[in-house]
């Protein structure tokens, strides 16, 4: 019963802005540590960004800082990735992520994935 689904991808210009989402279900989403994760052809998958289940402080890789902003509604069982200033570099499949806390310590699921092409 667990899921996630990520929507939201799409094909964008480089400059251009867009917001990816995951919608989660099946397990108590705010016990969870959140994560975008994204991996372009030929590349491996690499962390993008990171929200915490409590405090809702988040981390980047330096790749996106300042570009990329993570944020979640623990009310609608959502995350969302905005990104601005994108990148050709940017182009990826975005996977969303949760991990486990506390007592679901060890519990750890993913989306299928939503494509982002940066392109002109």
């Known amino acids: 019963q667990v899921q996630l689904v990520e929507s939201g991808g799409g094909l964008v210009q480089p400059g251009g802005s867009l917001r990816v989402s995951c919608a989660a279900s099946?397990?108590?989403?705010?016990?969870?540590?959140m994560s975008w994760y994204r991996q372009a052809p030929g590349k491996e998958r690499e962390l993008v960004a990171t929200i915490t289940s409590s405090s809702g402080r988040t981390n980047y890789a330096n790749s996106v800082k300042g570009r990329f902003t993570i944020s979640r509604d623990n009310a609608k069982n959502t995350v969302y990735l905005q990104m601005n200033s994108l990148k050709p570099e940017d182009t990826a499949v975005y996977y969303c992520?949760?991990?486990?806390?506390?007592?679901?310590?060890?519990?750890?699921?993913w989306g299928q994935g939503t494509q982002v092409t940066v392109s002109s």
């Open positions: 099946g397990f108590t989403f705010s016990r969870y540590l």
């Open positions: 992520n949760a991990e486990g806390v506390g007592l679901n310590l060890g519990h750890d699921y």
